[in-house]
């Protein structure tokens, strides 16, 4: 717990940002709290926002969201030997609740799961802890967020915060240049489809960029793996 | 939807959302049987992130209404190139969100753009 300390006031101020976001994009203020307490995944939010008012089909949003998770994914597979020995619904809540900056502090601080009981009980109190004051430094702001944001003119167009945030987040994902590559066609795509109903265009675009770089990499064998 | 109504359908897609984070954060380990994705998806987990990202970003910079904005009279263009360049200077998230702010709320407040 004491790790996480310093890393709460930076979640929190995304946690602020996203909770003024969905109320000034026409949310309800109880839309807002379902989603802050129940999705607890800034980036797939802020994601599904626009898309939630252009009232995109629900698989697109669905769909949109589990992409942009998608690094979650290979955060699991790592934390399997971590947790596997545990019930099911104890791993599923532990996994749910393991975002971006506990896993990173986690894997850093626990290189090897543990061997013993002991040990093993250890790992998780740290998780456990963790994730405690990461959740409460995401909660707290988020929900404060949704509160203040009644009394901001919509005027100001506070909205965009959330696309600033989620332009922070591609650029820390750039990190190859096919990636880079995937985020320009994705990009380029979506723009030029933006016409197809039900917000297509990005599901066209996620796809066209996707095979496009993996008939890249058939072309040159020789990239280099980059796990975020 | 409108705004500040609650509507079920909004309220199914958050549900949904949240289904989607429980089965993407533990993904690999809710079935305790040792098995892995096919090749070409773990391939794939390479570029979809970011494209899924970019698809959704790049047209809420770039068009009004369906359309690619004809001037560069912007503010978000400037206020999303701006964060983009903090970002690369600090690597810092909340930095691109307040230098972005900061380029975004004099330009469309005080000029009207």
């Not at chain 1, 975002?99 to 090897?112: E, G, I, N, Q, W």
């Not at chain 1, 963790?130 to 707290?140: D, L, Q, T």
């Not at chain 1, 750039?174 to 039900?198: E, F």
């Given at each position: 717990m004491r790790e996480m300390w310093p890393q709460a006031p930076g979640i929190a101020a995304w946690g602020l940002m996203t909770g003024v976001a969905m109320v000034k994009s026409g949310m309800s203020v109880f839309e807002s709290?379902?989603?802050?307490?129940?999705?607890?995944?800034?980036?797939?939010?802020?994601?599904?926002?626009?898309?939630?008012?252009?009232?995109?089909?629900?698989?697109?949003?669905?769909?949109?969201?589990?992409?942009?998770?998608?690094?979650?994914?290979?955060?699991?597979?790592?934390?399997?030997?971590?947790?596997?020995?545990?019930?099911?619904?104890?791993?599923?809540a532990h996994g749910y609740l393991t975002a971006d900056l506990s896993y990173v502090l986690f894997t850093r601080r626990y290189p090897k799961p543990a061997a013993d009981a002991e040990g093993r009980r250890a790992q998780e109190a740290y998780l456990a802890g963790n994730c405690f004051v990461n959740w409460g430094s995401w909660m707290v702001p988020s929900i404060v967020g949704v509160a203040l944001a009644n009394f901001i003119p919509t005027r100001w167009g506070l909205g965009f915060a959330g696309i600033l945030c989620l332009v922070g987040i591609l650029c820390s994902l750039a990190s190859t240049r096919l990636r880079i590559v995937s985020a320009a066609v994705a990009g380029a795509v979506a723009v030029a489809t933006w016409a197809l109903p039900l917000k297509l265009n990005i599901v066209v675009a996620i796809a066209a960029a996707v095979l496009l770089c993996l008939g890249l990499e058939k072309l040159r064998p020789a990239t280099q793996e980059a796990r975020p | 939807m409108t705004?500040?109504?609650?509507?079920?359908?909004?309220?199914?897609?958050?549900?949904?959302?949240?289904?989607?984070?429980?089965?993407?954060?533990?993904?690999?380990?809710?079935?305790?049987?040792?098995?892995?994705?096919?090749?070409?998806?773990?391939?794939?987990?390479?570029?979809?992130?970011?494209?899924?990202?970019?698809?959704?970003?790049?047209?809420?910079?770039?068009?009004?209404?369906?359309?690619?904005?004809?001037?560069?009279?912007?503010?978000?263009?400037?206020?999303?190139?701006?964060?983009?360049?903090?970002?690369?200077?600090?690597?810092?998230?909340?930095?691109?969100?307040?230098?972005?702010?900061?380029?975004?709320?004099?330009?469309?407040?005080?000029?009207?753009?």
């Amino acid at each position: 717990m004491r790790e996480m300390w310093p890393q709460a006031p930076g979640i929190a101020a995304w946690g602020l940002m996203t909770g003024v976001a969905m109320v000034k994009s026409g949310m309800s203020v109880f839309e807002s709290l379902a989603m802050t307490l129940l999705v607890f995944a800034g980036s797939s939010q802020l994601a599904a926002i626009p898309l939630l008012v252009a009232g995109a089909p629900m698989w697109v949003i669905l769909a949109t969201g589990f992409c942009v998770n998608l690094r979650f994914v290979v955060f699991s597979l790592h934390l399997r030997p971590y947790l596997i020995h545990l019930p099911r619904w104890e791993r599923m809540a532990h996994g749910y609740l393991t975002a971006d900056l506990s896993y990173v502090l986690f894997t850093r601080r626990y290189p090897k799961p543990a061997a013993d009981a002991e040990g093993r009980r250890a790992q998780e109190a740290y998780l456990a802890g963790n994730c405690f004051v990461n959740w409460g430094s995401w909660m707290v702001p988020s929900i404060v967020g949704v509160a203040l944001a009644n009394f901001i003119p919509t005027r100001w167009g506070l909205g965009f915060a959330g696309i600033l945030c989620l332009v922070g987040i591609l650029c820390s994902l750039a990190s190859t240049r096919l990636r880079i590559v995937s985020a320009a066609v994705a990009g380029a795509v979506a723009v030029a489809t933006w016409a197809l109903p039900l917000k297509l265009n990005i599901v066209v675009a996620i796809a066209a960029a996707v095979l496009l770089c993996l008939g890249l990499e058939k072309l040159r064998p020789a990239t280099q793996e980059a796990r975020p | 939807m409108t705004a500040g109504t609650t509507d079920l359908w909004t309220l199914a897609v958050i549900v949904g959302l949240a289904v989607v984070t429980v089965v993407a954060r533990s993904f690999f380990f809710i079935s305790s049987k040792p098995w892995s994705l096919p090749h070409w998806a773990q391939r794939g987990l390479q570029y979809a992130p970011i494209a899924a990202l970019s698809a959704v970003v790049l047209p809420e910079v770039v068009m009004v209404q369906g359309q690619l904005v004809g001037t560069w009279a912007d503010a978000r263009l400037f206020a999303a190139a701006a964060g983009a360049l903090a970002y690369f200077w600090r690597r810092d998230v909340l930095l691109t969100i307040l230098v972005g702010m900061a380029v975004y709320l004099p330009l469309h407040l005080g000029w009207g753009w």
